[in-house]
C-alpha cells in the first residue's frame, strides 16, 4: 500500500455501473492508472466492448482480478456466492466491498483472509459529486484505511459510520439519486403541461434542483423554511403544495427511502 491511489494495482470484479463511476473519474484525475486496473465481468462480449470502450483490462478470468493487492468488489448482491466461489483460495488482501446490504460479517466469512471494507457509494460520485458511505473491519492496517478514504474522498464526500447505519446511508445516498430522478421527470412533465418545451423544461429542472440544494446548504436553511420563503398567502407555490400533500408525495417519500433501507438489510 503506498500513500497514493496511483502506486496501487487494483482489481475489479463486476465492472458495471457503479465500479465505472468510480473508476472512471479516479481514472480521469490520474488517481488510478488505467494500466494497474485488472477488471473482470460475466460475459465476454461485455469484455470487449468495456475494454474498448475505456481502454482497460476487462476479461472474464477471476484470478486476474484476485491476483491485485486490492480488490473492489462490485457485483450485484445476488452474484456475491458466484463471485466468491471464483476467488482463489488463501488472499490476503484489502477487499473493498460496494454491494448493498452485505455485511463486513459476511464477507469475512466469504472471503477469509481478506481484509474487508464496505463502503456505500452512490452514482454522482461519476462527476465527482459522490458520497460514501464506510465502515472497516478491525483488521483493516491504519495506511489502509487512510488510502481507502483518500480514494472515495476524490470522487466526493466521505462518512464514516457504525455498520448498522449503512442501509440507512445507502437508501438516502444510493437509492436517492433514483428517486430524485423520478421527481426532475415529473417536475419536468409538469412544465412540458404547463406549456414549456421539454429541452427547457429538463434544463429549468436540473437547475432548479441543483438552485434549490446550494440554497439549503449555503444558508444553512431547515427545509422547512425554504418551503415558507417561496409561499405567499393564497399564491402559487401553496397552490402547489395543496396538490403535493393531497397525493401523499411527503409520506410517499419517507416511505420511499425506508422500503430502501429495509431492502438493503433483506440483501445482506
Ligand atoms: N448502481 C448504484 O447506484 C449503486 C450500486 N451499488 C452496488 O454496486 C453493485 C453493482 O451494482 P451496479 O454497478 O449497478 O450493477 P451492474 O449490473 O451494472 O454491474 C454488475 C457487474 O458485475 C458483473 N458480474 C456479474 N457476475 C459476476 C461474476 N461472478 N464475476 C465477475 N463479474 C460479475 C457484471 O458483468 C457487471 O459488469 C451492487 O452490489 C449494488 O448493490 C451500491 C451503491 C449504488
Ligand atoms: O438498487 C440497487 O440495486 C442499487 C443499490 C443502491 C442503489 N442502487
Given at each position: 500500500?503506498t500513500?497514493s491511489a496511483?502506486g496501487?494495482?487494483l482489481?475489479v470484479?463486476g465492472?458495471g455501473?457503479?465500479a465505472?463511476?468510480l473508476l472512471?473519474?479516479l481514472?480521469?484525475?490520474g488517481?488510478?492508472?488505467?494500466?494497474g486496473?485488472s477488471?473482470v465481468?460475466?460475459?465476454?462480449?461485455?469484455a470487449?466492448?468495456?475494454a474498448?470502450?475505456?481502454?482497460?483490462?476487462?476479461?472474464t478470468d477471476?484470478?486476474t482480478?484476485?491476483?491485485?493487492?486490492v480488490?473492489l468488489?462490485a457485483?450485484?448482491p445476488?452474484q456475491?456466492?458466484?463471485?466468491a466461489?471464483?476467488?482463489?483460495?488463501?488472499?490476503?488482501?484489502?477487499l473493498?466491498?460496494v454491494l448493498?446490504g452485505?455485511?463486513l460479517?459476511?464477507l469475512q466469512?466469504?472471503f477469509?483472509g481478506?481484509?474487508c471494507v464496505?463502503?456505500?457509494?452512490?452514482?454522482?460520485s461519476?462527476?465527482?459529486c459522490?458520497l460514501?458511505g464506510l465502515?472497516l473491519?478491525?483488521?483493516?492496517?491504519?495506511?489502509e484505511?487512510a488510502w481507502v478514504?483518500r480514494?472515495f474522498d476524490?470522487?466526493?464526500?466521505?462518512?464514516e459510520l457504525?455498520e448498522t447505519?449503512?442501509d440507512?446511508?445507502?437508501?438516502?445516498?444510493?437509492?436517492?439519486?433514483?428517486?430524485v430522478?423520478?421527481?426532475?421527470e415529473?417536475?419536468a412533465?409538469?412544465?412540458?403541461a404547463?406549456?414549456?418545451p421539454?429541452?427547457?423544461?429538463?434544463?429549468?429542472?436540473?437547475?432548479?434542483?441543483?438552485?434549490?440544494a446550494a440554497?439549503l446548504?449555503a444558508?444553512?436553511?431547515h427545509p422547512g423554511?425554504?418551503?415558507d420563503?417561496?409561499?405567499?398567502?393564497?399564491?402559487?407555490?401553496m397552490?402547489?403544495?395543496?396538490?403535493?400533500?393531497?397525493?401523499?408525495?411527503?409520506?410517499?417519500l419517507?416511505?420511499?427511502v425506508v422500503a430502501?433501507a429495509?431492502r438493503?438489510?433483506?440483501?445482506?
Open positions: 500500500m500513500g496511483s496501487s494495482r482489481g470484479v465492472l455501473r457503479m465505472l463511476a472512471l473519474p481514472i480521469e484525475a488517481l488510478v492508472p488505467s494500466a486496473v477488471a465481468v460475466a460475459s465476454r462480449a461485455s470487449e466492448r468495456l474498448q470502450a475505456h481502454g482497460l483490462q476487462v476479461g477471476p484470478a482480478a484476485w491476483a491485485a493487492p480488490v468488489l457485483v450485484k445476488q456475491l456466492e458466484a463471485a466461489a471464483a476467488a482463489p483460495a488463501g488472499g490476503s488482501g484489502l473493498i466491498s448493498a452485505v455485511t460479517e459476511r466469512g466469504l477469509p481478506w481484509r464496505r463502503a456505500v457509494p452512490n452514482t454522482p461519476l462527476v465527482r459522490g460514501t465502515a473491519a478491525p483488521d483493516v492496517r491504519t495506511e484505511g478514504r480514494l476524490q470522487v466526493g464526500e466521505v462518512h457504525p447505519q449503512l440507512a446511508f445507502l437508501a438516502l445516498t444510493s437509492s436517492g439519486p433514483g428517486f430522478a423520478l421527481l426532475a415529473a417536475l412533465d409538469g412544465a412540458v404547463a406549456g414549456l421539454r429541452q427547457l423544461a429538463h434544463h429549468l429542472t436540473h437547475r432548479t434542483l441543483a438552485g434549490t440554497l446548504e444558508k444553512a436553511l423554511q425554504l418551503k420563503m417561496v409561499s405567499s398567502p393564497a399564491g402559487t407555490t397552490a402547489g403544495l395543496r396538490q403535493l400533500e393531497r397525493a401523499g408525495v411527503r409520506s410517499a419517507i416511505e420511499a430502501a429495509e438493503s438489510r433483506e440483501l445482506a
